[in-house]
Structures are given as structure tokens and as C-alpha cells.
């Protein structure tokens, strides 16, 4: 069964749905959360009005019916940065870029809507970040020079496309989208908190841009057999994280030489292989520790040899340690 609506409909039906089960949730106009109706899936979309022209959409819903959603009146005049995570969407046949999960997208202002159909029993989780036109125009005018080339045109207003510049989210990027979802705070203590995350997810974006405009200049040539190699060894170091191989060995694994898994693997990925399995690691301590695993454990389950170590590594990442961490999650 497929069901239709056009978007002020189906935000019209939740915010009806939520101010019935709990109207707590749409009080604040600067924060509000719209819960999907039982009869149509479960989960939420929540928006956040930040300072400084920026805000943001959670999603994190799962439907149980496949929805065509009809966009087109929806004019969007802000310049949105999306994370998708999980993504249930079917994408719309004019959109020229291949829109997956675990990417994210630029999309220009002034963007007609189109029509949606997102299916059922497929998870929705991803952060949009939407900066208004002062924001932009001052971003422009204060860093014109740093800004990415790639970025310049989006900025600028040429370039109102609905979808660009593909990229694959990194581990740092998961990191800080797992805290914008999972923040606890409240009152101002959430709003700041909110606020400094999402400008790091806004700067790992631009510099993970600016990255690959530098490689670009010193790109190797990669054939189909090097990427699948270096996907490969992705996956080795996920699988292996708490007693990961050498690079050396981690090389003769997949077939590749040294040198060019490390070049290929930073050109795909836009990080190192050490600083993608070092995010990796203290991104899974920070949901064990949330899960209030002893903190020993957690070191070990991750691979460092001793508490210490792991103590040090967690507090130059996220400025507390493991124990304080914890916590401020109880």
C-alpha cells in the first residue's frame, strides 16, 4: 500500500498526532519534535532553530507504509548541508547525483521541491544543517578566500542544484551526528551544546572538501581492483579494530602496495587509516560508555593495552574523561 501526501499534509498530521500524545514536544518553537503516528511508523522528526541563522532537522522515523510526498510548493531559501545515514527514500529520476546512505550532500538555495517517496520498513536517520542567506553571504565575506572552490558557487547563489558534491561521512563526522541525535542537555546548556556541534559538523564538512581539492592536485590513478582493495581494507580495520594489522600487513592482505593504500585510502576516504580507526575506536568507547560499561572494559574492548592509555586518548578527543563522560549520560 502506497499512501500520498504533499509535505504541509504529513507535518500538518504529525504535529496534530504529537499534540495529542504529548504536546510538551511542540511547545518550543525553537525546538520542536514531531512523532510519527502509530498508524504510520515510528520514530520522529525534529526541528532546531540555532543562533546565527543556523538550524537543524533530525530525522530518525521508520514507516510502515511506502509515502509519496509531494514537495513542489516547497520553495527552500536556505543552503542545506545533509548527512544521510540510513535512507529510505526513492530519488526523484532529475536528480543526477547518486544520493546513498552514509553520505552527504550540498543543496542549493532557492530549490523547488520535487516529489519523494520514501518506502517502508527502511530506517530514516540523518542531520540536515540549513544556513539562511546572511549567514552565507557573511561566511563569503569574511573567508572568500579559504572557502572551497567546490563550496564558492553554492555560496554565491550559482549553483542552486538539489543535490552535489558527494561525499562519504567520515568516522569524525559519524562521531559528532551520533551526539547532535543522542544530546541529553536541556534548556541553554542543550542550545550551546547544539550549536558548537553543529559548527564542527559544518567545518569537518568544509575541510573534508578542501582535502580533496588539495589531493586532487596529487591524485593517483586508482583502477577498479585498487578501490575495491582499499574498501577491503576498510572493512579489515572495522572488523579488526581492537587488534588491528600494520599497514604492511594490512597491505599484502588486500594486494596493494603500501604507498598506494595509503594515498588511495586517504583520496576515498579523506582521512589516514590510523586517524579512521582512532575515530572509529573512540566512537564506539563513547556508546559503551553510555551504556555504562566499566571503563576497563571499554579499553580492552577497543584494543588499547591499559585503562590509562584509553583515559588519555578519550579526554584530548572529547576534553572529559571516560568516567565524567559517563556521568554526564546516567
Not at 54 to 67: A, D, G, K, M, T
Not at 165 to 176: A, D, F
Request: proline share 4%; hydrophobic share 40%.
Amino acid at each position: 500500500m502506497t499512501i500520498k501526501f504533499d509535505n504541509h499534509e504529513l507535518k500538518k498530521l504529525s504535529q496534530q498526532y504529537t499534540s495529542t500524545i504529548n504536546p510538551n514536544l511542540i511547545k518550543d518553537k525553537c525546538d520542536r519534535t514531531y512523532l510519527a503516528p502509530e498508524w504510520l511508523g515510528k520514530g520522529y522528526k525534529r526541528e532546531i532553530v540555532l543562533r546565527n541563522g543556523i538550524s537543524l532537522i533530525i530525522h530518525n522515523y521508520q514507516l510502515f507504509e511506502n509515502v509519496i510526498i509531494d514537495n513542489r510548493e516547497n520553495i527552500d531559501e536556505t543552503l542545506e548541508i545533509a548527512f544521510k545515514l540510513s535512507l529510505p527514500q526513492y530519488i526523484p529520476p532529475n536528480i543526477n547525483v547518486s544520493v546513498k546512505d552514509g553520505f552527504c550532500y550540498v543543496i542549493g538555495k532557492n530549490n523547488e521541491g520535487d516529489i519523494w517517496q520514501e518506502l517502508a520498513n527502511i530506517p530514516s536517520k540523518a542531520v540536515d544543517i540549513h544556513l539562511n542567506e546572511s549567514l552565507v553571504e557573511s561566511l563569503i565575506n569574511d573567508y572568500d578566500d579559504s572557502l572551497p572552490q567546490s563550496l564558492k558557487p553554492f555560496f554565491l547563489g550559482n549553483n542552486n542544484l538539489p543535490v552535489s558534491l558527494p561525499q562519504i561521512i567520515s568516522p569524525q563526522m559519524k562521531m559528532v551526528i551520533s551526539q547532535i541525535i543522542n544530546c541529553s542537555f536541556q534548556g541553554i546548556t542543550k542550545q550551546i551544546y547544539l550549536e558548537a556541534k553543529t559548527l564542527e559538523l559544518l567545518a569537518l564538512k568544509i575541510d573534508s572538501l578542501r582535502q580533496i581539492e588539495q589531493v586532487k592536485q596529487i591524485k593517483i590513478k586508482l583502477k577498479k581492483e585498487d578501490i575495491e582493495a582499499i574498501y577491503h581494507a576498510e572493512k579489515i580495520i572495522v572488523d579488526n579494530y581492537n587488534n588491528p594489522p600494520s599497514l604492511i600487513e594490512l597491505s599484502r592482505q588486500v594486494g596493494i602496495n603500501t604507498r598506494k593504500l595509503k594515498e588511495g585510502f586517504r583520496q576515498i576516504f579523506h582521512t589516514t587509516v590510523f586517524d579512521y580507526l582512532y575515530h572509529y575506536r573512540m566512537n564506539l568507547a563513547q556508546n559503551l560508555l553510555k551504556k555504562q560499561k566499566n571503563v576497563g572494559v571499554v579499553a580492552q574492548t577497543i584494543g588499547y593495552a591499559s585503562a590509562t592509555s584509553f583515559n588519555a586518548a578519550f579526554q584530548k578527543q572529547f576534553g572529559v574523561t571516560p568516567k565524567l563522560f559517563q556521568l554526564a549520560h546516567r
